[in-house]
């Protein structure tokens, strides 16, 4: 598994919405004596699976009509969750709160089998905003037990993503939660393991992670491809380069998104004086900026853009207009929505 390392990096200055006069002077007599300078790193954001869940539900809102019910958050992002409840989407727990014969929504985090058959006992109508790239994974551990291999997940216990993907083949998956796990690891047949991930991990803790596991099964069998995905390990690159220069790095995220607690952890690892993961400007704490030059702003996988420019607005307000965007990748992969949903938009258009 390797780190996807795009083109050369590149800076340059984005204009940014001029700030009143006053706080402009400010800045500059500030700037002679201690620059102040924001770099963003590209890529952060929406990945290609939340853009795609999020669509799947406005559109499944806009095609059915409120309410429409989502088993578990969406994405995890509280400003995406609200604004969607906002608009008629009433989000569960278990698909057993879901009245009989309404629309249901599963997660991008994925769902283990039996909520499929829960859901079919319940006649919901089901439409399924699982990621591909979590799907991937889920085939991954259904083939290799088939073949009946021991299957070691390397993940957060409780994570959403990992209970679905240990639902597929419960018999053959054993969690292993980083690189103290490994110790207490058993397998049937040492000749015969294979590891997994969690999409949205620590490329570098995962590495730290196998190798500890290759010391103890040296016949350990890899994944046919990375299974942490293109837009966590996008986002990691982008960040470490921005971190090495920065005195604080602010992840735009939630406390419940795996890949956004990443980004803090790796800031930290590259360099980054201080790191924090806020879900928006109100909670940024300006003792934060005491003393600090450059500060770095990137933003999980499931965070909209919007929470982003309120921090960017935020910083400006405090004397950080500058704002120089550091592009480390680029993306163009999109997902097609649920086959489910797009039946029913074509048929809606007669
Ligand atoms: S972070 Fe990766 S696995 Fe998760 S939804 Fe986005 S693209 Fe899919």
Redesign the pocket.
């Known amino acids: 598994m390797r780190p996807h390392y795009g083109p050369t990096p590149t800076l340059w200055v984005t204009p940014r919405r001029p700030g009143p006069q006053r706080a402009r002077a400010r800045t500059m007599d500030t700037m002679t004596e201690h620059p102040r300078r924001v770099l963003l790193a590209a890529p952060r954001g929406?990945?290609?699976?939340?853009?795609?869940?999020v669509v799947t539900v406005e559109k499944a809102l806009e095609l059915y009509g409120p309410p429409v019910y989502v088993r578990k958050e969406i994405?995890h992002n509280k400003y995406v969750v609200q604004t969607l409840r906002n608009r008629g989407a009433i989000f569960v727990d278990e698909t057993e709160e879901v009245p009989e014969g309404a629309t249901v929504i599963f997660s991008?985090?994925g769902v283990a089998p039996i909520v499929h058959d829960e859901a079919a006992d319940r006649g919901l109508k089901t439409i399924d905003a699982t990621?591909?790239?979590?799907t991937k994974v889920h085939k991954e551990a259904v083939r290799f037990a088939e073949e009946d291999y021991d299957i070691l997940l390397i993940g957060h216990e409780g994570h959403e993503?990992v209970i679905g993907t240990t639902g597929e083949a419960p018999d053959h998956i054993t969690l292993v939660d980083g690189p103290d796990d490994v110790a207490d690891v058993e397998v049937r047949d040492p000749s015969k393991v294979v590891w997994l991930s969690q999409?949205?991990l620590s490329v570098d803790e995962t590495l730290a992670t196998v190798d500890a596991l290759k010391t103890k099964f040296p016949l350990l069998q890899s994944p046919p491809s990375d299974d942490?995905?293109?837009?966590?390990q996008n986002r990691q690159v982008a960040v470490k380069q921005i971190a090495a220069e920065a005195d604080l790095v602010v992840v735009v995220g939630s406390k419940n998104s795996s890949?956004s607690v990443r980004l803090v952890e790796v800031a930290l690892e590259a360099g980054a004086s201080a790191s924090y993961l806020v879900d928006g400007a109100d909670e940024i704490d300006p003792a934060w900026l005491d003393g600090v030059g450059t500060v770095g702003v990137t933003s999980?996988?499931?965070v909209p853009e919007v929470l982003v420019d309120g921090v960017l607005e935020w910083l400006a307000q405090h004397g950080f207009e500058d704002v120089r965007v550091h592009s480390a990748i680029e993306e163009k992969?999109t997902?097609s929505l649920p086959q489910e949903l797009k039946r029913d938009m074509k048929a809606a258009q007669g």
């Open positions: 929406y990945c290609a699976g939340v853009d795609r869940a994405v991008a985090h990621c591909p790239l979590v993503e999409t949205t942490i995905c293109y837009a966590t890949n999980g996988a499931s992969l997902f």
